[in-house]
Nanobody, 116 residues
Framework: QVQLVESGGGLVQPGGSLRLSCAPSGRTFSSYTMGWFRQAPGKEREFVARISWSGGSSYYADSVKGRFTISRGNAKNTVSLQMNSLKPEDTAVYYC?????????WGQGTQVTVSS
């Protein structure tokens, strides 16, 4: 069974930092773009960031640009999201995502709460 396993969420004060990680099990995704989405209570799931298979190109939502950094591991099969200068509006469940030619894979989500 193919799974995307996220880790690293938690509670942090405004202005703080967290690092999320996503590691696949059951297959490798080193040839695919990997990304992160988030869903806040009462809102639709939204795009946060994505990175190309090589790690050479990355894209960010305007709301996180300059504060979040997406990266891939050395084997290109894992993806991380470094989140700095966190704001209360960043509070959401964060999901790892990989879109292949035949299927859309999602992790189970990890909660990020930014609150004083």
């Amino acid at each position: 069974q193919v799974q995307l396993v996220e880790s690293g969420g938690g509670l942090v004060q405004p202005g703080g930092s967290l690092r999320l990680s996503c590691a696949p099990s059951g297959r490798t995704f080193s040839s695919y773009t990997m990304g992160w989405f988030r869903q806040a209570p009462g809102k639709e799931r939204e795009f946060v960031a994505r990175i190309s298979w090589s790690g050479g190109s990355s894209y960010y939502a305007d709301s996180v640009k300059g504060r979040f950094t997406i990266s891939r591991g050395n084997a290109k099969n894992t993806v991380s999201l470094q989140m700095n200068s966190l704001k209360p509006e960043d509070t959401a469940v964060y999901y790892c995502n990989v879109q292949t030619t035949t299927k859309d894979y999602w992790g189970q989500g990890t909660q990020v709460t930014v609150s004083s």
